[in-house]
């Protein structure tokens, strides 16, 4: 999971879950996601990688270089 991009599918923030859709087993899967860095704050449609994963359904994620 690490590594792998995904597009915010719900608002992640401080204090926030937000949701993003990560490509994975040949479909993509729903996953709640938190920020990396506490303040950042990532709208719906933007692009992130995951950097933190953990099971079964939860991902730190940082604003992808696309």
Known sequence: MVGKQ???????GPGLVGEVMIPVRG???AFYAHPSVPDEEF???SIVVVVEYFP?????VA????
Do not use: F, H
């Open 6 to 12: 995904g597009r915010v599918t719900g608002r992640i």
């Open 27 to 29: 479909g993509v899967e």
């Open 56 to 60: 079964p359904r939860t991902v730190y």
């Open 43 to 45: 709208g719906l449609g």
């Open 63 to 66: 604003r992808a270089l696309v």
